[in-house]
């Protein structure tokens, strides 16, 4: 068996070896991601990574932000503030009227908004004035015709650029045209390369408007063939020099509407319609409203046993006070009134600052004074009525009504 040993070593290198010629000869087959998500962090042929990042070369004084939000609830860019560009790219554009009314608000107050769209909603059509035609999804939906249908070609028109230029690459088109335009507020700016305008300018206010109706044109993929990295130079040359914020939109990428109307993910039907994707936690939550349901018909019939109400406690012993303050008060007996007054204002003193009340001279008035920090005179005047009380045969209303006034503010600052 040992003298068979080498034999089978080298058997077996020599298929290992005849195995890794043939394996490594053959060429890894790559096959292109046809993915069409128009996001800004994918790098594949048909994401925006290209020209949401080129964006600071083209404007390196300017600052970029993201927009999630529906136009007028962005946290970025403002409708109020000019110097500003939004760009929105995506399959469709499907603003409702408020939507559309906040972004043309946008523009008035001095901004540029720039639209790439191969849908747009009624709303859109109706404020900027002109009509889309059908889509082009002729490379979308069959991949296997010729080559020249399968490809996008693109054109500016001079003015504004400063010369007539074409741009093509051979993927995917999904694009449309405008068949009727009104040439008396819109400026054609660019076509297809079937000579169909493509490309509108649309003044409002101090603002700019730009819709261009083949999205694919901002790839990876067309912008990285050839050169056609011009082409987007060529639009972004259209936004003011001095932008200082550039808002890139995806807020209507991610929209989810129907018939032009908005989001109903807002709502609480909305967020049920999601609940509701899941099949085990639709019968969950249908299981829960109806025991909830038959929980209120069993239960509705139970009488709740009846609850005593409670009055609040009365302080009687202010009652008193106050009754027998109105006694003396009825019988014209104010200097008996005034007495008690002064009982009561002698114990404050002693149990509240422990000073004697026998002797109610000036080393009283001054000790008072240095313990409650009140007016050496108002203390002063509450000593003088005390002692001029106990002498006096009679104390008139208005004697007791200021003595009564001077206690209250010598308690209240106590």
Not at 286 to 306: H, I, N, P
Not at 324 to 337: A, E, F, V
Not at 351 to 367: E, Q, R, S, V
Not at 371 to 383: F, L, S
């Given at each position: 068996m040992k003298k068979y040993i080498p034999y089978i070593l080298i058997a077996t290198a020599a298929i290992a070896t005849l195995v890794l010629l043939f394996t490594g000869s053959k060429k890894t087959e790559r096959r292109l991601d046809e993915r069409i998500t128009f996001l800004k962090k994918d790098k594949i042929p048909y994401g925006l990574y290209v020209a949401y990042h080129d964006l600071k070369f083209f404007f390196p004084r300017a600052s970029v932000y993201d927009v999630q939000n529906e136009p007028g609830d962005w946290d970025s860019i403002s409708i109020e503030d000019s110097k500003q560009a939004l760009i929105i790219i995506t399959p469709q554009f499907y603003p409702d009227e408020y939507e559309m009314k906040k972004l043309v608000d946008f523009v008035k107050n001095g901004n540029d908004l720039f639209i790439s769209s191969a849908l747009i909603s009624d709303a859109a059509e109706s404020i900027i004035g002109n009509h889309t035609g059908f889509l082009n999804m002729v490379s979308l939906a069959n991949p296997g015709h010729d080559e020249e249908e399968d490809s996008l070609g693109v054109s500016l028109f001079h003015p504004p650029f400063e010369k007539n230029s074409n741009y093509f690459y051979p993927g995917k088109k999904m694009n449309s045209w405008f068949y009727q335009t009104d040439t008396v507020t819109t400026d054609v700016i660019g076509s297809d390369n079937?000579?169909?305008?493509?490309?509108?300018?649309?003044?409002?206010?101090?603002?700019?408007?730009?819709?261009?109706?083949?999205?694919?044109?901002?790839?990876?993929?067309?912008?990285?063939?050839?050169?056609?990295?011009?082409?987007?130079?060529?639009?972004?040359?259209?936004?003011?020099?001095?932008?200082?914020?550039?808002?890139?939109?995806?807020?209507?990428?991610?929209?989810?509407?129907?018939?032009?109307?908005?989001?109903?993910?807002?709502?609480?039907?909305?967020?049920?319609?999601?609940?509701?994707?899941?099949?085990?936690?639709?019968?969950?939550?249908?299981?829960?409203?109806?025991?909830?349901?038959?929980?209120?018909?069993?239960?509705?019939?139970?009488?709740?046993?009846?609850?005593?109400?409670?009055?609040k406690p009365k302080n009687d012993s202010l009652d008193f006070v106050q009754t027998i303050g109105r006694l003396y008060y009825d019988r014209g007996d104010h200097k008996n009134l005034c007495k008690k007054m002064s009982s009561y204002f002698l114990e404050h003193v002693r149990n509240h600052y422990k000073l004697p009340t026998g002797k109610l001279d000036d080393d009283f008035i001054k000790t008072l004074q240095f313990k409650t920090g009140c007016d050496e005179k108002e203390i002063r005047e509450i000593v003088f009525f005390i002692r001029y009380a106990d002498d006096a045969i009679t104390i008139s209303d208005d004697e007791l009504v200021k003595f009564h006034q001077q206690l209250e503010s010598f308690y209240k600052k106590v």
């Amino acid at each position: 068996m040992k003298k068979y040993i080498p034999y089978i070593l080298i058997a077996t290198a020599a298929i290992a070896t005849l195995v890794l010629l043939f394996t490594g000869s053959k060429k890894t087959e790559r096959r292109l991601d046809e993915r069409i998500t128009f996001l800004k962090k994918d790098k594949i042929p048909y994401g925006l990574y290209v020209a949401y990042h080129d964006l600071k070369f083209f404007f390196p004084r300017a600052s970029v932000y993201d927009v999630q939000n529906e136009p007028g609830d962005w946290d970025s860019i403002s409708i109020e503030d000019s110097k500003q560009a939004l760009i929105i790219i995506t399959p469709q554009f499907y603003p409702d009227e408020y939507e559309m009314k906040k972004l043309v608000d946008f523009v008035k107050n001095g901004n540029d908004l720039f639209i790439s769209s191969a849908l747009i909603s009624d709303a859109a059509e109706s404020i900027i004035g002109n009509h889309t035609g059908f889509l082009n999804m002729v490379s979308l939906a069959n991949p296997g015709h010729d080559e020249e249908e399968d490809s996008l070609g693109v054109s500016l028109f001079h003015p504004p650029f400063e010369k007539n230029s074409n741009y093509f690459y051979p993927g995917k088109k999904m694009n449309s045209w405008f068949y009727q335009t009104d040439t008396v507020t819109t400026d054609v700016i660019g076509s297809d390369n079937l000579r169909r305008n493509n490309f509108i300018h649309l003044k409002a206010g101090k603002g700019n408007l730009y819709v261009h109706l083949a999205p694919m044109a901002f790839s990876n993929y067309f912008l990285l063939y050839k050169n056609n990295i011009r082409f987007y130079e060529s639009i972004l040359s259209l936004f003011d020099p001095g932008t200082t914020k550039i808002g890139w939109d995806e807020y209507f990428l991610k929209k989810r509407f129907h018939g032009g109307e908005r989001s109903r993910e807002k709502s609480g039907l909305g967020l049920l319609s999601v609940l509701f994707r899941y099949p085990g936690l639709k019968t969950a939550l249908l299981t829960a409203f109806v025991s909830l349901l038959l929980y209120l018909l069993v239960e509705s019939g139970r009488k709740q046993r009846y609850i005593p109400v409670i009055s609040k406690p009365k302080n009687d012993s202010l009652d008193f006070v106050q009754t027998i303050g109105r006694l003396y008060y009825d019988r014209g007996d104010h200097k008996n009134l005034c007495k008690k007054m002064s009982s009561y204002f002698l114990e404050h003193v002693r149990n509240h600052y422990k000073l004697p009340t026998g002797k109610l001279d000036d080393d009283f008035i001054k000790t008072l004074q240095f313990k409650t920090g009140c007016d050496e005179k108002e203390i002063r005047e509450i000593v003088f009525f005390i002692r001029y009380a106990d002498d006096a045969i009679t104390i008139s209303d208005d004697e007791l009504v200021k003595f009564h006034q001077q206690l209250e503010s010598f308690y209240k600052k106590v």
